[in-house]
């Protein structure tokens, strides 16, 4: 569900406080608002659905309307190799991939910067893999992430590898230790 949050702009005093309401835009793309009813804004950017929303206002109940849409509650949800993994909060339109790695922090020194996933979809979810080492990508659409994507950062080759070595080497520790120790106690015993 996304909501919208609108509230009439008027000329202020200083200090002044506005209050805003929230409206919840229904599955079907329609938001029920005052004096309205039910009205599509499914597919529209914020402007747009400002803008919409003003001349209906305008043409049917207020003069000069001005109103501040803002879409309260798009996410976005980090995993892996990130500095700050978790759900980040979409505040303006058309955000890229690259200002939500900014806004945790980047990448962390473990990340494969050639294989960051994008997840994205419902139902059947659609997996993109997209190349940050390469600069030509800033300028594919695929970047600009959508409300529920869920954007996942693996680990390097070199990174895989490190692990590996010290999870072999947590377990050859012990029984290197215990044969050594038993060749020289069968080294004593000859003597």
């Given at each position: ?6 509230w ?7 200090g ?6 929230n ?12 004096g309205?009813?039910?009205?599509k804004v499914a ?5 747009a659905?400002?803008?919409?929303i003003?001349?209906?206002y ?8 001005l109103l501040?849409?803002?879409i309260?509650n ?10 700050t ?9 058309n955000?890229s ?21 994008i997840?994205r979809g ?7 893999i997209?190349d ?5 990508v ?7 992430v959508?409300?529920?994507d869920v ?5 390097n080759?070199?990174a ?6 010290q999870?072999?080497?947590?377990i ?8 050594n ?11």
């Open positions: 569900m996304i909501l919208l949050q609108a009439p702009k008027p000329i202020q005093p200083s002044a406080q506005i209050n805003a309401d409206y919840a835009v229904e599955d079907d793309g329609t938001v029920a608002l005052t309205l009813g039910r009205v597919g529209l950017t914020r402007v659905a400002r803008n919409y003003e001349s209906l305008a043409k049917n109940i207020l003069t000069n309307p501040d849409v803002r309260i798009l996410k976005v949800t980090l995993l892996g190799e990130v500095k993994p978790g759900q980040i909060v979409l505040t303006h339109d955000t991939l690259i200002e939500v790695l900014g806004q945790v922090g980047g990448l962390s020194d473990k990340a494969d910067n050639k294989t960051v996933q997840i419902g139902q059947t979810p659609k997996t993109d997209i940050l080492s390469d600069a030509r800033l300028a594919d659409p695929r970047l600009i959508q409300n529920g954007i996942v950062v693996a680990q080759s070199r895989i590898r490190s692990e590996k070595l999870d072999f080497s947590s050859a520790s012990p029984v290197l230790l215990v044969i120790t038993a060749l020289i106690i069968l080294t004593l015993i000859r003597r």
